[in-house]
């Protein structure tokens, strides 16, 4: 009888779990070292913003409609609003809409 997952595969994802579970407690740990000056306040409340975009910008850019009409909303709902959740909520409402009215 052969073996359903490949004993690399179960290598590869052991390596991985143990290097997300170490860089989010080094991450962790580090930050406790760091002054929260109020500009290191301000770059870590930018993080989730430039995280979201760094993640949807490439996709939108190489030609997803969709994705690109999120993005313009993500980016007008926040300015407007000033919340993020909703900024996100709307952006996936909108690219959502977009893709299930153009299929």
Known sequence: ????????TLLAIGVMA??????RTAGFF????VPLTP?????LDALPG???VAIVAP???HGDKAMAAGLV?????TK??????????????????????TL
Do not use: I, Y
């Open 1 to 8: 009888m052969t073996s359903l997952v490949d004993p690399q």
């Open 18 to 23: 143990v290097t997300t579970l170490f860089n």
């Open 30 to 33: 580090l930050m406790r070292l």
């Open 39 to 43: 500009r290191v306040r301000k770059v």
């Open 50 to 52: 430039a995280v979201l």
């Open 59 to 61: 996709t939108a850019v």
């Open 73 to 77: 909303t993500a980016f007008v709902v």
């Open 80 to 101: 407007l609003t000033r919340s993020d959740f909703l900024a996100v909520l709307a952006a996936v409402a909108v690219a959502a809409g977009l893709r299930v009215f």
